[in-house]
C-alpha cells in the first residue's frame, strides 16, 4: 500500500492537471474525455513513436491477413509429357484417370477447370482449400489454386490444365469442338480482362465480400466452426481493402459494374446470332472459359445484376444445360477420398489464428495509439510538485478561458467568412 501512495502522490499531478482522475470532478468541473487527453498529452516525439507503432502493427496484421486469407491463382504449368506418361502408359484417356482438383468456389480459375470436368463428363474428386492454411495443399511447395493432379502428376494454371486434358481426349469424343483463332482469342480475353473485373464486382462492398464467403458457412466442408467464421469475416475485409486500393487501380477499374456490363455484352455482340463461338451446336473452348468465369459469381447479387442488365441470359442458360450436372464429388484430402462431413468442432490452431489475426488487425494499433501517449504523460509528470487547490483552480480557470477565446475566435472567422463581399 506505502508504494500505491508513493505512486500517486508522485503521478497524481500529471492526472489531476490532465483531469483525468476523480479530484477534478471533486472540484464541480466535468473530466475530459480519454480522446481529448490523449490528443493533447505527451512530448511530439512520443506522439511519433506512438503513431509509427501503430502503423508497423496494423501495416503487420494487414499483411499477415493477406497472406492467410487472400486468394491466389497459379501461373506455372507443368510438362505435358510427363502428364501423357503417367495417363497414356497404361492405354487410358481422361475419362480412365484419377482426376482430383483442389479448388477454391470463389475463384473464377477454378471454375473454369470445374467447367471443362463438367461439361466433359470426366469423373473427378473435388476438394476444396482451406483459404487460411491451405492444408490441402501440402503434398506440393506451391500454395496456390487451381491444382489438379491427374494419375499422380501436378498440374497447375487453369488454361494449362484445360490445354492438357484436351490432348488426353480421344480425338473423336462426341463433344469436343476444334480450335481456332477466334477461339483463341477470346480465351485470352477471358484470362487476361474479364477475370480481372469479377474481383472488383464480388468485393465491391462489404455486404457484397461478405456474401461472397456464406458458402463457408452454409456447406458441408470439413472445415471447424471457428475456421469458418474467421476465413469469412477476416477474408471479406482483406479482399474489399485488396480490391478497393489495389487490384482496382492495377487494372484501371474506376466504374466495375459498368465495366463489367460493358465487357458481358461484348462478348454477346460477338456471339452475334450463334447459339455458341464455335458456330456448332456444342460449345467450344472459349465458351466454357468465359461461362466458367461468369459461373464463379453463382447465388450472388453481382450474377443477378450482370443477367438483368446485359443481354446475356440466352445464352448463359443454354451453357448451364450443356454443362449439367457436376461429375465432381466433394472429398476431403486428410480422409483419404471419403466424403466430407460437416466437422463443427473447434481446434485450437484455428483458434489462435483467430486471436492472433483480432491482436494484430485491430487491438495493438490502439494499444500502442492510446498506452504511449498515456505512459509519456506519465513520465512526464515524474518528480512534479503536488498541486495545490488554488494551483489547480487557476489551471482550471486559464484552460476554460482559453477555451472560450479559442470558441469566440472561431465564431468571429465564420462570420467573417459568410459576410458578403464589398461589405
Known sequence: MAA?????????????????GGVVRSCGVQSRSVASFVATSGPPRARRVAGLAAAATAVTGLAWATWRTAPVWAEETDPTEQLHAAVTARGL????????????????????????????????????????????????????????????????????????????????????????????????????????LLPANIYRNMPEALESFDYLINSSFNFSQSERVLARYSGAVIMYLLCRFKLNKKYGIEKPREEL?????????????????????????????????????????????????????????????????????????SLGGKPTGCNVQIS?????????????????????????????????????????????AKILAKRTAAEKAAATDKTTKTDSKDKPKGE
Open 261 to 333: 456490363y460493358a465487357a458481358v455484352d461484348d462478348w454477346v455482340g460477338a456471339l452475334g446470332e450463334r447459339d455458341f463461338l464455335s458456330g456448332d451446336y456444342r460449345p467450344g473452348l472459349a465458351d466454357l472459359a468465359v461461362f466458367g468465369a461468369l459461373r464463379s459469381m453463382e447465388g450472388l447479387r453481382t450474377l443477378d445484376d450482370v443477367l438483368t442488365h446485359t443481354n446475356v441470359r440466352p445464352w448463359y442458360e443454354r451453357m448451364q444445360a450443356a454443362i449439367g450436372l457436376s461429375t465432381g464429388e466433394y472429398v476431403d484430402a
Open 4 to 20: 500505491v501512495g508513493g505512486w500517486w502522490r508522485t503521478a497524481g499531478p500529471v492526472w489531476r492537471i490532465g483531469g483525468c
Open 93 to 196: 484417356f481422361l475419362h480412365d484417370a484419377d482426376v482430383t482438383a483442389y479448388i477454391y468456389t470463389p475463384c473464377p480459375f477454378s471454375t473454369k477447370v470445374r467447367t471443362y470436368l463438367d461439361y466433359y463428363r470426366v469423373p473427378y474428386k473435388k476438394v476444396e482449400v482451406d483459404p487460411l492454411k491451405k492444408r490441402q495443399l501440402a503434398f506440393t511447395s506451391y500454395k496456390k489454386v487451381p491444382v489438379v493432379v491427374i494419375n499422380g502428376v501436378v498440374c497447375c494454371d487453369s488454361t494449362a490444365i484445360i490445354d492438357q486434358c484436351q490432348t488426353l481426349l480421344p480425338a473423336n469424343h462426341p463433344l469436343r469442338v476444334p480450335d481456332s483463332p477466334e477461339q483463341a482469342r477470346w480465351r485470352s480475353w477471358v484470362d487476361e480482362h474479364l477475370v480481372h
Open 348 to 392: 485450437l490452431t484455428a483458434v489462435i489464428n483467430l486471436l492472433v489475426a483480432s491482436l494484430l488487425m485491430f487491438t495493438v494499433p490502439f494499444v500502442c495509439f492510446f498506452g504511449t501517449r498515456y505512459v509519456a504523460a506519465w513520465r512526464e509528470g515524474l518528480g512534479a510538485e503536488p498541486v495545490s487547490e488554488d494551483q489547480r
